[in-house]
């Protein structure tokens, strides 16, 4: 059927408009449900919140500034936009909006290659159903989202010659971040091979490669000085992830050179080979047929395949993809075309096929490593403890300060002074680089008995929080009573304590003699004694009553139900237990055949399959009986 411009535009329009409109409304849903849970929308509103109150880019949570952990310049020309309606949902309205649209220089890189419509109209399909661009549409904001259209814009200015267009995507790209300065360095490495294939005069290699160069050079040189200059430890914190080589760029490049074969046998790491098969399986594989816009992210591929652990998978999940997807798709592009180019024998597959096996792919892709069918549950109405989650909220006034926990801390974001509970309890910056000390006093603390089980697992593991973490619960306790906090509300493993409302603990109390216990039942679970339980009014939870014989060295966490929950919910956790006390824990679960199991665990954050973060357990090991109450 013959598809005139106007219709083609009409479809185009149609699938962005679709795609902005299916996951800014899951989106929405997961705002109300608390899910945007992985401090970087919290970071960045509270960032531009602040700017628009007069102090740029301020943010007490990773203090003082957020130029501290990176350059992104660009906020300060979003800021208008966010100033028309000051909210976190704002920006995710802008983050969803931009990966959408970059699906119009996909189009119209594709119309210059083809006369189709159909096939011109694949390649944004294929963008919009790309189960990596969902993964980057629905994670927390990032500014290096924003990069993507950019980088799509800037390839498309590049093969049409438009120096001047592509200069200004060029600038642009720089103020996204200061990792963008290797993308722009790739569109270096791809004008020389333009250059060295005919496409381009030699005589303007100076405009399309040595300038863009010594931009991004310079851009990345004053980023560089500017966070070190905002961070208060006078360092760029990131270089952590490459401190097997070094923790300075002359240090990294130093010992890369100095030891070739160590940094050739990182790069092989099974973790690096495995992303590269995972980032590709979608459009299958296609972009080999001709990746010279692979050369875009030569040096960003690096940047991540030689942290610590390699280029993890979180990558696909994350923020981290915007900087790869660009690249991927002009060389799916690329490669498309030259498939069709083939003549037999070297032609595998029928050319009316490969449409088909690449969408069929995309989707299959979208399901096992995309947001899948896991993304329906999103729609769900609150839950009782999302519920409870955000009366915790509402109970706390808009500009009170406040130490958050993970769930509440986007919402609590638009205030001056607010600080992540995890950092705050182990009394650390964000990989241990300092201590992490409040300016002033806060008003509220909320407490989350599921942050709770996150700190047992991770803090005895890390190099940086293993040595303080026997010494955080006792500092905490030590802080509440010194600020005379009490309870003002608690449900559902949620609390909320205002300062000066003095009064005790919540979730645990710890009794020197033998209280009265509801329902007795001595019973040994491994190094513990479990007493019995009493059940609270309502019957929505329930008292739990140890012992211990001997101090304890692990860190013990008590799985109900097949949850876990921390024992004494870091406020007294076991390595505190003294032989003698009868140690009180409140659970939000119901005394009905309850089944309590003692064990260890390790574990840490993962993605869900809308963005959100949840906790995911590496390791268990079940300690000593169980105990089923009737």
Not at 32 to 52: E, P, S, V
Not at 117 to 146: D, G, K, S
Not at 360 to 370: E, K, M, Q
Request: net charge positive; with cysteine.
């Amino acid at each position: 059927m013959f598809m005139t411009a106007k219709r083609e535009k009409m479809i185009l329009w149609a699938g962005v408009a679709g795609f902005v409109a299916i996951i800014f409304t899951i989106s929405i849903f997961k705002y109300f449900r608390l899910g945007f849970n992985g401090f970087d929308l919290a970071i960045y509103n509270q960032a531009f919140w602040n700017t628009l109150h007069g102090h740029w880019f301020a943010t007490s949570i990773n203090p003082p500034s957020y130029l501290g952990d990176h350059a992104e310049w660009l906020i300060l020309a979003l800021a208008p936009l966010y100033a028309l309606l000051p909210h976190p949902l704002t920006l995710v309205f802008l983050n969803v909006a931009v990966v959408a649209v970059s699906a119009i220089p996909v189009w119209l890189i594709a119309k210059m290659k083809f006369d189709k419509p159909l096939t011109r109209l694949l390649f944004p399909l294929l963008w919009l159903v790309n189960p990596y661009v969902w993964n980057l549409a629905f994670f927390e904001f990032h500014l290096i989202t924003f990069a993507v259209p950019l980088v799509l814009f800037a390839a498309y200015f590049f093969l049409k010659n438009r120096w001047r267009a592509f200069m200004a995507m060029v600038i642009a790209l720089l103020l996204c971040r200061e990792d963008m300065s290797f993308i722009v360095i790739g569109f270096a490495f791809l004008a020389l091979f333009e250059t060295i294939r005919g496409r381009k005069q030699p005589r303007d290699l100076w405009r399309w490669a040595a300038l863009p160069v010594v931009l991004a050079v310079a851009a990345f040189t004053i980023d560089q000085m500017a966070i070190t200059h905002f961070n208060p430890d006078g360092t760029y914190k990131f270089f952590v992830y490459y401190d097997w080589l070094g923790r300075t760029p002359l240090a990294i490049a130093a010992a890369a050179l100095a030891h070739p074969l160590r940094v050739a046998l990182h790069f092989l790491k099974p973790v690096n080979l495995y992303l590269v098969i995972v980032l590709m399986l979608p459009v299958i594989f296609l972009p080999f047929l001709r990746p010279r816009f692979l050369l875009l992210i030569a040096i960003v591929t690096a940047e991540y395949m030689l942290s610590r652990d390699g280029a993890e998978l979180v990558i696909i999940k994350s923020q981290y993809a915007a900087a790869f997807l660009p690249a991927i798709m002009l060389s799916t592009i690329d490669g498309y075309e030259r498939f069709m180019a083939m003549k037999k024998p070297f032609k595998l597959i029928p050319k009316d096929l490969v449409p088909v096996l690449v969408i069929v792919a995309s989707v299959y892709v979208w399901f096992v490593y995309g947001p899948g069918l896991g993304l329906a549950k999103s729609l769900a109405l609150p839950n009782a403890r999302e519920q409870a989650l955000q009366a915790a909220v509402d109970l706390i006034p808009k500009d009170a300060p406040v130490v958050a926990s993970f769930d509440t801390l986007t919402e609590l974001s638009s205030r001056p002074f607010v600080w992540p509970m995890s950092y705050f309890w182990i009394g650390k910056k964000q990989y241990g680089t300092s201590a992490y000390i409040l300016p002033l006093a806060p008003e509220y603390l909320v407490l989350d008995q599921r942050d709770f089980i996150y700190f047992t697992m991770v803090y005895p593991q890390y190099s940086w929080s293993v040595d303080v973490y026997p010494l955080a619960a006792k500092k905490f306790r030590t802080f509440i009573a010194d600020g005379k906090y009490g309870v003002i509300f608690n449900r559902q493993g949620i609390a909320v304590l205002k300062r000066g409302a003095g009064g005790p603990l919540p979730f645990v109390a710890v009794h020197e003699t033998r209280p009265v216990i509801e329902n007795l039942l001595d019973k040994k679970m491994g190094p513990l004694s479990f007493h019995g339980w009493s059940p609270a009014a309502g019957g929505a939870e329930t008292h739990l009553f140890f012992s211990t014989d001997a101090s304890l060295a692990d860190e013990l966490v008590l799985k109900i139900n097949g949850a876990y929950r921390p024992l004494g919910n870091c406020l007294y956790p076991t390595g505190d237990w003294k032989p003698g006390q009868i140690v009180e824990v409140a659970v939000p679960v119901a005394a009905v055949n309850m089944h309590l199991q003692l064990a260890a665990v390790i574990g840490g954050l993962n993605v869900a399959s809308d963005g959100s973060l949840f906790f995911s357990y590496d390791k268990e090991k079940n300690i000593g009986e169980p105990v089923t109450l009737p």
